[in-house]
């Protein structure tokens, strides 16, 4: 029996409005929050999932947002990204791409406090989805700049890594706030930011495999 493949890929969407170059961002290859795997080759295994190879990725990588509570894009963030991708796929692709993707595409879900966000695609077609995904430039009437993470062909992998990647991004903006508010800067909501950050990990760990 033949099994359906997926792709899983792992999306922030920055928001310009809210990015700190403040921030301490130095490269250290020897930390990463996202260790760099080795792809493995799709020799037909039913066991084996080929990967996307990544450059190891910075403990604090290239821009950093800010706690900004009106830079938020809301519990919606999930449908408008999808009204999104597909208004781009069809101006990249046109009709003809978006119905190569249509049955397949989802999205898994959104967090509204960091932005990350995971979509599901058939593996023939992931990279016309992360090519569009490049074009996207705002959603709704926010404007964005989208950064994909990882990809990988199960959602458990994917898990792991947004885990990780969320963590140290909320710990990031826990750091911000402490630091700016040395500063004299009130960010505050410290103790909220991480309630909420927990919360979006449990829900990021009940996703299922689609």
């Known amino acids: 029996m033949v099994r359906f493949k997926n792709r899983y890929l792992l999306v922030e969407f920055l928001l310009p409005t809210s990015l700190s170059s403040t921030l301490d961002t130095r490269y250290d290859s020897a930390n990463p929050i996202i260790p760099k795997e ?112 990882a990809v990988s062909g199960t959602i458990k992998k994917l898990q792991n890594r947004g885990i990780a990647y969320h963590r140290a991004m909320v710990g990031a903006l826990i750091s911000a706030g402490v630091d700016r508010n040395k500063a004299g800067i009130s960010t505050g909501g410290g103790g909220k930011l991480e309630k909420e950050a927990e919360q979006e990990r449990e829900e990021m760990e009940r996703m299922q495999e689609t």
Do not use: C, M
């Not at 080795?38 to 999932?49: K, M, P, T, Y």
């Not at 999205?107 to 995971?118: D, Q, R």
């Not at 077609?125 to 705002?138: E, I, Q």
């Open 38 to 149: 080795s792809a493995l080759e799709d020799n037909g295994s039913e066991d084996e999932e080929d990967e996307e190879e990544f450059s190891p990725i910075p403990s604090l990588p290239f821009v950093i947002p800010t706690i900004l509570p009106d830079s938020q894009l809301g519990d919606e963030g999930g449908q408008g990204i999808y009204k999104a991708v597909r208004s781009s796929v069809i101006s990249v692709f046109g009709d003809e791409g978006w119905g190569r993707i249509a049955s397949s595409f989802r999205v898994i879900y959104h967090s509204p406090l960091t932005t990350l966000t995971f979509l599901r695609i058939a593996r023939p077609h992931y990279r016309l989805l992360w090519s569009a995904l490049t074009f996207v430039n705002s959603l709704g009437n926010t404007p964005v700049i989208p950064r994909v993470i």
